[in-house]
């Protein structure tokens, strides 16, 4: 014999752990967006402090470097040398973008 309230039970624990799923879900992906653009910045502003040490412009190597879904917010060169990166997170939609600031600086190799 069945009991009549336990009819309909499963669906509502269904209904109340789908929105915390996709909530989690959310914001995993956001956190992946941070690490990816950390990572892409960090590797963008040794490339251009590398290529600021030769002498050349830093500019083109940090767009070089950078994945097109990376946003540059800004490009400074402090008076101390060296090159200040400003990227903003990669969009994940109804999340807001973060800036990522990255600071580097090399030896000059060229006299």
Same mark, same amino acid.
């Given at each position: !014999?069945? #009991? #009549?309230?336990?009819e309909? *039970? +499963? *669906?509502?624990? &269904?209904v109340? &752990?789908?929105? @915390?799923?996709? +909530?989690?879900? %959310?914001? !995993?992906l956001?956190? /992946? *967006? ?8 960090? $590797?963008?502003?040794?490339? %251009?402090?590398?290529a600021?040490s030769?002498? $050349? =412009?830093?500019?083109? /190597?940090?767009?070089? *470097? ?6 540059? +917010? /800004?490009? @400074?060169?402090?008076? @101390? %040398?060296?090159?200040? &990166? ?10 807001? $973008? !973060? @800036?990522?600031t990255?600071?580097?600086? !090399? =030896?000059?190799?060229?006299?």
């Open positions: !014999m069945k #009991r #009549r309230r336990d309909g *039970s +499963a *669906s509502l624990e &269904l109340g &752990l789908v929105p @915390t799923v996709v +909530a989690l879900l %959310g914001l !995993m956001y956190a /992946a *967006s941070f690490v990816y653009t950390v990572h892409a910045a960090n $590797q963008a502003v040794r490339d %251009g402090a590398r600021l030769l002498g $050349q =412009p830093a500019g083109p /190597a940090i767009d070089r *470097s950078l994945p097109g879904a990376v946003e540059v +917010a /800004a490009v @400074t060169y402090p008076s @101390t %040398g060296g090159v200040r &990166l400003e990227v903003r997170t990669v969009d994940v939609g109804y999340l807001p $973008q !973060m @800036t990522v990255r600071y580097a600086v !090399m =030896p000059r190799t060229v006299p």
